[in-house]
């Protein structure tokens, strides 16, 4: 139907030059924004033949490969005609004013490579076709209101190196294989968030992480599992404000750490904190060598905390 219509624009001797359906996509997002005040989308119109002259458009071989139009306060929503631009590999539409559900034909452009949608209002839950994106690297939904569990085909995205889902909604206990199959993350952020459960027993196999692994401000609980402490040792791991139990293992990663990174988490004891162990906690079994015996159902009971701003400035 959309090539039917877009025949008949162009039956006409007199015209030139006809906008290709790449172009008519992307004017369906400029229809989508209520409000441009930077004039960001001007020159997005109908006269071009194709949009890569366009204002934050590239292309390769007169194919759309990028749409980057970041910090331009554009309002609107994310229409499903985005899903037609099957060569796109990079989105960045970083701190506008979104707002909507996240369209599931965006998950058919199977060659994105980074989608970069932080600093927006996008709601609702994150489709569980996330996992058709096999050559994902950048994922960066943070300080958005999405909701519902992280879905568990994200495990599939095994190239995917940066994952940042921090404030904002997600509940629900992360995916079965979240460290198996996501050993290429470098950067992982999932703070300020209502994930519950336990933290997976496979974690220690994200050996490729770096700088700080943010697990703050959740509901997760349980015991800490050993194989955190198979991380890189540079690796900071930020556990402050979940409902942690149980001492704290002296392995790797976790050493030598100060008691900053595990404050807000009354029930845990032992080094570094100053709440000593009692002999019942001392000898719990770690859910790293038995994976088994986790409680993924089991739910937090601390309060909701108010989302907190970032300090400092986005390097992004």
């Given at each position: 139907?959309?090539?039917?219509?877009?025949?008949?624009?162009?039956?006409?001797?007199?015209?030139?030059?006809?906008?290709?359906?790449?172009?008519?996509?992307?004017?369906?997002?400029?229809?989508?924004?209520?409000?441009?005040?930077?004039?960001?989308?001007?020159?997005?119109?109908?006269?071009?033949?194709?949009?890569?002259?366009?204002?934050?458009?590239?292309?390769?071989?007169?194919?759309v490969v990028s749409i980057s139009i970041p910090n331009n306060k554009l309002r609107g929503f994310l229409p499903s005609a985005l899903g037609s631009l099957f060569d796109l590999r990079h989105l960045n539409l970083r701190n506008n004013k979104l707002f909507g559900a996240f369209p599931v034909e965006l998950l058919e452009v199977e060659g994105l490579q980074s989608l970069v949608?932080?600093?927006?209002?996008?709601?609702?839950s994150l489709p569980n076709q996330i996992g058709k994106l096999k050559y994902l690297q950048t994922l960066d939904l943070s300080e958005n209101f999405f909701n519902g569990s992280l879905p568990s085909s994200i495990v599939q995205c095994k190239r995917l190196r940066t994952l940042d889902l921090s404030q904002?909604?997600?509940?629900?206990?992360?995916?079965?294989?979240?460290?198996?199959?996501?050993?290429?993350?470098?950067?992982?952020?999932?703070?300020?968030?209502?994930?519950?459960?336990?933290?997976?027993?496979?974690?220690?196999?994200?050996?490729?992480?770096?700088?700080?692994?943010?697990?703050?401000?959740?509901?997760?609980?349980?015991l800490i599992?050993?194989?955190?402490?198979?991380?890189?040792?540079?690796?900071?791991?930020?556990?402050?404000?979940?409902?942690?139990?149980?001492p704290i293992p002296q392995k790797g990663a976790l050493m030598n750490r100060g008691p900053t990174a595990f404050f807000g988490n009354p029930g845990l004891c032992g080094p570094p904190l100053k709440n000593p162990c009692s002999l019942d906690t001392t000898g719990a079994t770690s859910p790293s060598s038995h994976p088994l015996l986790q409680d993924n159902n089991s739910t937090g009971n601390l309060a909701d905390k108010e989302r907190g701003l970032r300090q400092g400035e986005r390097t992004k």
């Open positions: 139907m959309f090539s039917l219509v877009l025949a008949l624009l162009c039956f006409h001797g007199v015209v030139v030059t006809c906008l290709n359906n790449e172009g008519y996509a992307l004017l369906s997002f400029k229809n989508s924004i209520y409000e441009d005040p930077e004039g960001s989308l001007s020159n997005w119109n109908s006269s071009h033949d194709n949009p890569c002259s366009w204002n934050g458009i590239a292309c390769k071989e007169q194919r949608l932080y600093g927006n209002s996008l709601s609702e904002n909604n997600f509940t629900g206990s992360l995916p079965n294989g979240f460290g198996t199959g996501l050993v290429s993350l470098e950067n992982l952020d999932l703070s300020f968030n209502k994930f519950n459960g336990s933290i997976p027993w496979d974690f220690g196999n994200l050996s490729s992480l770096q700088g700080t692994v943010d697990l703050s401000h959740n509901l997760f609980t349980g599992p050993g194989s955190l402490g198979d991380l890189p040792e540079k690796v900071y791991i930020d556990l402050t404000y979940n409902n942690l139990s149980g």
